[in-house]
């Protein structure tokens, strides 16, 4: 198994570790609720370096991601990142990314599970283009800090003006030597900032920003993959391998403002049929009613039919509440609609409802 | 540091504890902490006949569902009603108030074939 530069700091703070997409990451530190209601109401730090990151250099290098991705990366201004989705001929879903336009370069960022795929595809479309693309997931640390905190901490602790750039902006910069980038982004539903720096400076950077509060400041502190997917699922933001999986296209998973269906993409005659003929099932956000968590691959009902799936499940740590997204039916997507879920052998009434589940003030 | 000595367990995990022919339920420290935080504990209505090795509910955390088993047949006398508003119980006091259910036993001989506290700490270190 694989294990990112801040493997020594996870044990060191005694954190619970399992093996995600082929690498060993902390799942939990303290608990997996604590760590949530940490994040929605401080600052918490997550080790994501075992996403995949990508750098792509040459002439070509913009029309190779114009072709793979959904979005129409070409309106990116240097310095934004934009989420795309990355589909085979048919639309389904290979991966969901990130994408970021530097200077003088380019970076994905791609789900840890899919990254020999993704390599492997972008490695097909490549040829007879000039483009180079350097694998830097296991040279790099990539850290998300996340939490209404955030932005003040981070702004005391590090000589970066990350308040100054907007959603999905991002400053690049040199410390010591050390090339680093901050991106304004992240996967819970709470404003922050993701990191990506050289794994030398990895570790030491991760101490620095998990060192123990003042009475001027609280402090951030780690959290694990665990409350990183019920952070997530509250915020509604799809996971590959739950939500997004091959079988399934960008605009029935509700992922349709990725898609620029004007430009000549990877998929998009697929997704263009799909677009003008509507989906057949569409993702669509569910509450439950008690405080049963409807798992993937659970049913979903209409009366005596069965209408759906239910792709993640959890009690919501925010609202109190039994929360769910799945594929239902387009028909009976519709908000307020009354739907049932089936766990074991109990019906278990469910309300669609629009997604997000949990939307940050302000 | 071990187990409870004063009662019996199960390879899944639950702790059994004699008094008279009234036999308490529940999960160790260690399925407690293995499940996390847990969410919901659903557990049989009193008077429900239930059957040494059967489950007899089903309890879920953040990460996952898991049966619950019982290592002593009989009929249930009480259900611990606190976790239904509290299932944090189990997790903040898994040998204490996060108990489960109690059973009137019909063979307590079942509970003595059950693993030891020695045993089941063997097997968690091993």
């Known amino acids: 198994m694989l294990r990112t530069a801040l493997y020594e700091a996870h044990k060191r703070l005694g954190a619970r570790l399992i093996d995600f997409g082929g690498w060993e990451m902390p799942v939990m530190y303290r608990g997996i609720n604590d760590e949530h209601v940490y994040t929605r109401t401080a600052s918490s730090i997550f080790d994501v370096s075992h996403m995949g990151r990508f750098i792509f250099t040459g002439p070509d290098a913009e029309a190779l991601l114009q072709h793979v991705c959904t979005r129409n990366v070409g309106k990116l201004k240097v310095g934004r990142s934009g989420y795309s989705h990355v589909c085979n001929e048919r639309g389904g879903i290979l991966d969901d990314v990130i994408v970021s336009r530097y200077e003088d370069r380019w970076l994905m960022v791609c789900n840890a599970g899919n990254r020999t795929k993704i390599v492997a595809h972008l490695q097909r479309h490549m040829q007879g283009r000039n483009v180079k693309m350097e694998d830097t997931t296991e040279k790099t640390v990539m850290m998300a800090v996340q939490g209404p905190k955030t932005m003040e901490l981070f702004t005391e602790h590090l000589p970066i003006k990350v308040g100054e750039m907007g959603r999905y902006g991002f400053v690049t910069g040199s410390y010591m030597g050390q090339k680093y980038s901050v991106f304004r982004s992240g996967y819970t539903g709470e404003d922050g900032v993701e990191i990506v720096l050289t794994a030398a400076t990895g570790a030491m950077v991760w101490d620095y920003l998990t060192q123990d509060g003042s009475k001027d400041h609280v402090a951030i502190k780690p959290a694990g993959l665990g409350a990183r997917d019920t952070l997530r699922l509250e915020a509604g933001m799809p996971l590959y391998g739950h939500e997004l999986n091959e079988d399934v296209d960008p605009i029935s998973a509700g992922c349709g403002w990725c898609v620029d269906l004007e430009k000549d993409f990877l998929g998009g005659a697929a997704l263009r049929a799909i677009a003008a003929e509507g989906p057949r099932r569409k993702m669509t956000g569910l509450v439950l009613e008690g405080k049963r968590i409807a798992r993937q691959g659970t049913k979903i009902i209409a009366g005596d039919s069965e209408v759906g799936v239910v792709t993640s499940g959890t009690l919501s740590p925010t609202l109190g509440k039994s929360i769910a997204m799945g594929y239902v039916d387009s028909a009976l997507s519709k908000e307020g609609q009354s739907l049932a879920v089936e766990i074991k052998d109990e019906k278990v009434a469910a309300t669609a409802v629009p997604l997000p589940f949990y939307k940050r003030q302000g | ?126």
């Not at chain 2, 898994?94 to 079942?110: N, R, T, Y």
């Not at chain 2, 030891?116 to 063997?122: G, K, L, N, W």
């Open chain 2, 1 to 126: 540091m071990g187990v409870p000595t004063d009662r019996r367990y199960l390879k899944s995990h639950e702790w059994h504890k004699l008094d008279g022919d009234i036999c308490t339920i529940g999960i160790t420290k260690f399925a407690a902490d293995e499940l996390t935080d847990i969410t919901y504990v659903s557990l049989p209505k009193v008077g429900k006949e239930l059957t040494a090795g059967k489950p007899l509910g089903e309890i879920e955390s953040v990460k996952a569902t898991s049966d619950l088993y019982t290592g002593v047949s009989g009929v249930v006398t009480e259900v611990n009603s606190k976790l239904g508003d509290a299932p944090e119980l189990v997790n903040n006091d898994s040998f204490g108030e996060g108990w489960l259910v109690k059973v009137k036993v019909s063979d307590p001989a079942q509970f003595e074939k059950l693993m030891t506290a020695q045993q089941y700490d063997a097997q968690l270190a091993g």
